[in-house]
DNA sequence: CTGTTAGCGCATTCAC
DNA sequence: GTGAATGCGCTAACAG
């Protein structure tokens, strides 16, 4: 076989064979001077070394890759870079990641199932583990990727895999006692994507706790979600009548407050409109109250908990649950005087 | 050498001797079959492709990467995941690189040089090519990585690399006489990474345009820039007398105008504001008048550009520039009466 | 401490 | 059209 393109630049690279050759050591003991150093004397090592330098030889991963089954190369799923949800998490991801020294491939399945399932046909050979967040997979598909490499998921809850679950529970039912608290009577949920988990969990909290305080909830789609389904929904809500209403996530309760004022609605005097995530910050205007979501921790502890799991660590039954709590910031106030009423 | 935990969970991966075996054929023959199905009779393709197929064999990517030197996977290194700027282009590089059947690594510097090349020097070894997005590294450095891949650079000016450059100048232009027609006379420009080619082109085209018209133009700095510097460039902007001013980039924008609205400035009535990359859509408040920057386009075109290189297209010098354009919205309007004479 | 030997899984010359 | 042999660059036993 012939040599190809690697190296088409600046020539061939050197390999340990060359080093071997010229420090006048073998082949074995080159790699040693790379991988395990305490196994040679320092003086080898220090030769070693020099001579590589020189030659401009670094380690072919790949090649090493081959021996060890060992590549250093982790991958992460997302289902939208573009959602202001995941840029912090795969930062976080990123970050956890580099301290262990390894490589992360990203993939975006843009929310479809078939795209994710690509992706993970191409990554599963050259990662040594994976994690999928929000994944829109079917279980089925999860669990023959997750016996083939450590697998953990992100706001994805299957039983028997790892995976690390927002828990916006808390947060939303705070929501809701603070919206009751403020007098409101009938609050809508704006939800999202129905095969979302984070949906699920959030539709489900609100309706518990506004069982629990007596409020009437409706609800209205807003699908994708995005800024401009949000702005959409607000016709519909105010027709509906409702005082109040907590959106699947920032960025719908984003574009609803643009749609509010587009009808002359005012927050929070008139309206109030709750987020979830909280990943826009104060940015929106009025500044948004919202359900802090720590995404960015997720991210960290996914990779912490693939890690572990990669290093033989007990991979049984790991549900790692973060904790999310109520931002109160401008765009809650009073329920209105009713308005027909007036 | 003994196997090691390549495919501990379950079971060891069947490779092509097994296929081989179980097909009755030789393993060049099921290499065949996967690489160059053209060469064998449609019936044994069929056969080995089926018996694969029962095994639950796929092509090991790292054996094959070492054999023929081509791995397909690429990486992209931005300075800031985080930042709304490359949220799009990621996913456009993405994109463009999918259809090509190849798999993307991503990097985040944090705008740190240091982990710019420690990344850098992770990737090197197991990609065939890469894109430097924002690249905080100096001359020197990025020459020595381009001579060992095909690297293209994205909004980084240097002779001799592929780059991609969008060019934000005349939106600028345009931004500027927007504004002078709108009657103001002096502006302030609210500048970003001092080593940052775009602050650098984005700030002489202000000049060189408030020149030709004019124009009084200080600068302000907002560093890094974020919202929340930009917010506290509101206070000096105010105090400096002048009755608009243009953003490094749509997020500093954002935060002026919350800096402005905290200072109970009227945006657009007492005063403008004009961003920078078009990324925040209508979604500030007021919505924002910015120049579009087509960023997704930027890593689309990068990707282009790499792949042509990668297949040993021509290498020598490209500068492809990206367009940009004025997109007024509500955040520029008439220079009010001047403030002293009141 | 260091050299020798034997693969990792695959793609590719050559023969046939 | 297909098989046998060889090597990609490196690491890991096994000796010494």
Chains 1, 2 share one sequence.
């Not at 939208?80 to 301290?99: E, G, S, Y």
């Not at 490499?149 to 028997?160: A, T």
């Not at 095969?195 to 609100?206: D, E, H, I, L, P």
């Not at 987020?275 to 929106?284: A, H, S």
């Amino acid at each position: 076989m012939k040599r190809d393109g690697r190296e088409q630049r600046s020539g061939i690279a050197p390999t340990i064979s060359q080093v071997a050759k010229v420090s006048g050591v073998s082949r074995a003991t080159v790699s040693r001077a790379f991988t395990r150093p305490g196994m040679l004397s320092e003086e080898t090592v220090r030769r070693v070394k020099a001579v590589a330098d020189k030659l401009g030889y670094v380690p072919n991963q790949v090649a090493r890759a081959l021996s060890t089954g060992r590549h250093g190369n982790v991958a992460l799923i997302v289902s939208d870079v573009a959602n202001p949800f995941f840029p912090p998490m795969i930062r976080a991801a990123q970050l956890h990641a580099d301290k262990a020294g390894l490589c992360v491939f990203l993939g975006n399945s843009d929310e479809d199932p078939a795209r994710e399932e690509l992706l993970l046909g191409r990554f599963i050979g050259q990662v040594e583990g994976l994690v999928l967040a929000s994944s829109r997979l079917d279980e089925a598909q999860i669990r023959i990727y997750a016996a083939r490499r450590p697998l953990v998921l992100i706001n994805r809850d299957i039983e028997g895999i790892t995976r690390v679950l927002i828990d916006t529970a808390p947060g939303v039912e705070a929501a809701i006692a603070h919206l009751a608290e403020l007098g409101h009577r009938h609050i809508a949920y704006v939800s999202g994507p129905t095969t979302s988990w984070s949906n699920q969990q959030r539709r489900n909290a609100v309706r518990k706790e506004a069982a629990k305080r007596g409020l009437k909830v409706i609800a209205i789609p807003a699908r994708p979600p995005s800024y401009g389904t949000g702005r959409l929904a607000a016709a519909p809500i105010v027709a509906s009548g409702v005082t109040a209403a907590i959106a699947f996530d920032d960025l719908v309760a984003q574009g609803l407050l643009a749609g509010l004022a587009a009808l002359d609605v005012d927050v929070p005097r008139s309206f109030s409109v709750v987020g979830c995530d909280d990943v826009l910050g104060e940015t929106t205007y009025p500044p948004l109250t919202t359900v802090s979501a720590r995404c960015a921790d997720a991210g960290d502890v996914a990779v912490g908990l693939l890690l572990s799991q990669m290093n033989g660590g007990a991979s049984g039954e790991i549900r790692h649950k973060l904790n999310s709590h109520l931002v109160v910031r401008a765009s809650t106030g009073p329920a209105p005087a009713r308005r027909k009423s007036r």
